[in-house]
Every structure is written in C-alpha cells, then in structure tokens.
C-alpha cells in the first residue's frame, strides 16, 4: 500500500497543479469580467460629436450676449417659459439674469471656475450614451445652423441640439422625455458676438450671487472611506447618469456631499448629509407621500427637488433633467424611511437576522 | 450578455452590498430588458406596499374564541396506524373492529389539573400567540433606530447655487433652472430659492420639421 501511495504522489501532483492553474486562470478571469462590467459600455457617438465638442469649445472661449426663452414642461404636465438675459466672457464667467416684467431680478454669476476636465467627462458620457449624428442644416433666427441629434440605442430621441455654422456656438436645445415627448427647449432669441469686454466686465463685476463649486473635492480614495461609513455614494444611477464630480463640505457630523451625475445632456445634483428630518416642512417644498414614505419635492421652474431621509442620512436631489426620466433615475438611491408599525417590524426581524449571522 | 434574475429583485428591495449594487446598474445602464424587467419589479413592489395587512377573518376569530368549549367533550380523532383501516376489498381492519371506547366520565377536577379540561387545546393557540406577540414585539424594538439621527434642515439656498455652479457650466447644458435667489426683506428673514419668473403658461411646440 505505501508503496503504491509513493507512485501515486507525483502522478497525482500534476493534474492537481493544473487544477489550481486552471482555478487561478477562471478566477483571475471572473475579476477582469467583473471590472469590465463596471466599465462603462463601449462608446456609441458618431460624426455629431465633433459639433458638439466645438460647440463646448466656443462657449467658454466666446465672448456673446442675448436673450434666451427656455420651457419645460412639470410632473403635472403644465408647460412654462421664461426668458433670460445671457452676457458671458471668456475667464470671468456667465451672468444669467431673468427678465421680469417688473424689472426686479437676481443676477447670477455662473462659469467663475474652471470645470474642464469635468466639461470632458461630460461629453464623454454622452458618447458613450448616444448615437449622435448630424442631421443637416436648418435656420435659427437669422442664422444659419447645424443640426445634431442624439438617439438612444431604440432609436429614441433625447435631445436636439443647433450649432451656429458660422461660430459654433449652441444656438438651439431640446431635451426629450423618456416618453419620447420634449420636455425641454431653449433658444437664442437674439444674440450677438463679441460683446465689448469692458462693459461686459463692469456688469459682471456686480452679480447678486456668486455661484462657486464647493473647495473640498472627493477623490476615489475618500469616497471609498465615506462609503464604507454607511454613506451610499453610487458611481451611477439608472439611464446611463456617470459620477462626474464629488465634492464635499463641512467636517465630522456636519459633512455635506455633493455628488454631480450626468447623461451628457442633464445635470443631476445629489446633496447627502447625516440626520434626520424630524417630520418637519422644507420650506419651499410640499409634503408628499410616496408608498408610505414621506417626500418632500417641487418641480418648478424645470428643476425637480426632491428630499428624503434614508437610514439615518438626508438626501436632496436637484435635477436639471425631464420628470419622468428623474423618477426613475432615483431609484438608484435608498428609498425612502417607513415609520409605519410593519415596516419597523420588519427592520427589526432584518436586524435580528443579522445578530444571529 | 448575461441577464441579472435574482440579483435584480434583491436591488429593488435594497438588500445589494455597494459593489453589487454597481455591478447592477452598470448592467441595467446596457440592458433594456432588465431595465422593463426592474420596472416592473418595481411596481409590483409599490402596489404590494399599498396593501394593507390581512385582517384576520370574522368566522375564525369566532372559532379561536370557542375552541375552550368546543374541546370539553370531543373524543380523539380515530386511529390512523398500521392496521387501523381496512385492506382492499376487506370489510373490516386488520385484527377486527376496534372495541368501542368505554363512555368517558369527566373526572372530578383535582388542584391545578381541575384547569386542563378547560383549557385543552385551546393552551397551545395562547401560547402560539404569546410567541407570535413576542416575536413582534422583538423585531419592534429591535427595528427602533439605534441612535436618534440629529434633525437637520438641509440649505436648500446653499445647494441651489452650488447646483447652478455645477449644471451652468455643463458643456452642453442650459441655464434654464438657474434659480434666482432673492435677497431677505429684512435681516431676520431667511434667503429664499425662487424659481425664474413665468412669463406665459401653454403647450410647448417646436419648430423643428419633426413637429410642424
């Protein structure tokens, strides 16, 4: 018997060795499928990108003054306009002023900071979204524009956008529902270029409110730490919004994160902080019920706010984005707190569970 | 492609670690199936939600409430072993009929034992509720929160304008929900987020050749 055992040993030892090679390989094999499922999907894009990329370019680089009448339609479905009286110049910023009839209003300094890689990211993320194309030229006002549409992978519109030919700047702007319907448009209703710098700069030197990203950036490292706390920072929520910037204030308990996604064509804001809303009205906000958890949302003015609390944290969201795509892009953040007896029945059952794990 | 079956009902109910959880919707941003398939799943969870727990029925309170009675005199169910019923075809069982159970006399009642025939089955069903009734009130306190979160009212004026410096400069994006932030009437009263002035109310339409 020991005899047969010591002969049995090395022949044994190979197919064994492979075994484990082979093992190793699968294994090494599942991680690299893993991470590549967390990669984003291959780029889509097309020959609409080069438009829009220069339209980014010319943005920021141009110096431009107009009014521009932007709708939207809310969750109720009623649709609304405003106007706005646009100056940007290159290095100072962008003053957005509404124009009211009564002639009050606040101006707002937009652009003050750079964002350029973040402007990328951006534009990153629609490629890798949509199937963007040209679809000719068209007239916008007096000016003769290029036509660029993206589409999701069903052949859904998204957005629309018209570049001025001559300039490049984005003249023209529509944004679709997730019901194919627009829910967004803006236009120049008239613009000219090159505005004169000094009066332009003597304007901007007195906006009301100055708008400037928070100082403290996240980067990958302290959003895993955060995470690993109990913060739930997702890299992305539903219909293709990206994590584009992190950004942070306040320190301990106080910390409030400022998380920005984007399609590469809306802007969703989620704002996180520790606590409770105690049952109290957000001003500005009205109190709703949703599957016996209390919200508090509005949607006016094409921006749907929402706040809940969730687990011992608060959570508002400030998207720019159409109503039916945010209801369901949110459900990639934590639903939010019951307080009825059955749901802290079944908090509690969970938490025994995992007493007893 | 592989689709994410279990994984994706166990993501509408919140029970995904994180890095589960972004595997999941890396895969839902690709897949229009799981997408419906989530869509769905998330409907019937809402609906589910809505409904409201059972009440316990009328007739089997009623028979809980009798079963004290109603155990007083009821002889055991008939033997059901090897034997007891009759083989195929025979009249009678293995062995021959049983013999008829003498006639029971209650028993005068003694100490404690005067309470068993009271109660008789009707014990197990309190003690079963007892259970149950423990079991909730458990999981109740158990599902309190721990530590009462600090109240906090979040700087919606504050976040609006860190928003506006974010979307407003968004490439491609618009300042059309740039909000505008008015100034206090009076040092006392808090900044307050407004939305820009409506200028006219109606149906939206584009000039665009695909809506003429």
């Known amino acids: 018997m020991s005899g047969g055992r010591d002969t049995a040993g090395p022949r044994w030892r190979a197919p064994a060795t492979a075994a484990v090679l082979c093992l190793l390989l699968c294994l090494v094999s599942v991680a690299v499928v893993g991470d590549s499922a967390d990669r984003p999907a291959e780029r889509r894009g097309g020959d609409g990108m080069a438009v829009l990329r220069r339209a980014a370019e010319t943005s920021v680089r141009l110096s431009y003054q107009g009014v521009r009448v932007v709708s939207w339609v809310d969750s109720t479905g009623r649709t609304e306009t405003a106007r706005l009286n646009i100056l940007h110049q290159p290095g100072v910023g962008t003053l957005v002023s509404p124009l009211h009839d009564t002639g009050e209003g606040t101006n707002l300094l937009v652009g003050s900071t750079p964002w350029g890689r973040v402007g990328k990211d951006v534009l990153d993320v629609l490629e890798t979204n949509f199937w963007v194309r040209t679809e000719g030229e068209t007239q916008i006002g007096q000016r003769s524009a290029v036509g660029v549409v993206a589409q999701r992978d069903n052949g859904q519109v998204a957005a629309r956008f018209w570049t001025d030919e001559h300039t490049g700047l984005l003249l023209r702007r529509e944004v679709y529902d997730i019901s194919g319907e627009v829910a967004q448009t803006s236009v120049f209703e008239s613009i000219q270029f090159g505005v004169d710098a000094a009066a332009l700069a003597e304007e901007t030197r007195q906006p009301d409110v100055v708008s400037r990203p928070w100082g403290d950036e996240l980067d990958p490292q302290e959003l895993r730490q955060l995470r690993d706390e109990g913060w739930v920072l997702p890299e992305r929520l539903l219909w293709g919004f990206e994590l584009v910037e992190a950004r942070a204030t306040g320190e301990g308990d106080e910390r409030i994160t400022h998380l920005t996604y984007s399609d590469g064509i809306s802007v969703i804001s989620v704002f996180t902080q520790r606590g409770s809303l105690g ?14 958890a209390l919200v508090h949302v509005a949607d006016e003015g094409g921006q749907h706010q929402r706040i809940w609390e969730a687990d011992g944290f608060v959570h508002t969201v400030l998207a720019d984005a159409p109503a039916g795509l945010v209801a369901d ?4 953040l934590p639903p939010p707190d019951r307080h009825g007896f059955w749901e802290r029945v079944g908090r509690g059952f969970e938490r025994v569970g995992t007493w007893l794990d | 492609m592989s689709h994410l079956e279990e994984q994706l009902s166990a993501f509408i109910d919140g029970e995904l670690g994180h890095s589960e959880r972004e595997r999941v919707l890396s895969h839902l941003a690709r897949c229009e199936p799981c997408r419906f398939e989530a869509a769905m799943l998330r409907q019937l969870k809402q609906r589910l939600c809505t409904l409201r727990p059972p009440e316990p029925a009328s007739e089997f ?19 059901s072993g090897f034997g007891a019923s009759p083989p195929l075809g025979a009249g009678q069982p293995l062995g021959g009929l049983p013999l008829p159970r003498p006639e029971r006399r209650p ?37 309190g929160d721990p530590a009462e979160p600090p109240v906090v009212t979040p700087a919606l004026t504050d976040y609006a304008i860190e928003h506006a410096a974010v979307s407003g400069q968004s490439p491609l994006g618009d300042p059309a929900t740039v909000p505008v932030v008015t100034r206090p009437l009076s040092p006392h009263d808090a ?18 050749p695909e809506h003429r």
Not at chain 2, 114 to 142: D, H, I, N, P, Q
Request: hydrophobic share 45%.
């Open chain 1, 279 to 292: 049952g109290a009205a957000v001003t500005g906000l009205r109190r709703t019920e949703e599957d016996g």
């Open chain 1, 329 to 332: 892009v949110l459900h990639a």
């Open chain 2, 61 to 79: 309170l009623t028979r809980l409430l009798a079963l004290p009675e109603a155990t007083t005199g009821d002889p055991p169910a008939p033997p």
């Open chain 2, 107 to 143: 028993a005068p009642a003694r100490g404690l034992f005067r309470f068993r025939g009271e109660w008789g089955r009707a014990r197990y069903a309190v003690a079963g509720v007892s259970m149950l009734a423990a079991a909730l009130g458990t999981a109740f306190l158990a599902g």
């Open chain 2, 191 to 208: 900044p307050t987020v407004q939305v820009v002035q409506t200028v006219n109310r109606g149906v939206m339409r584009s000039d665009t």
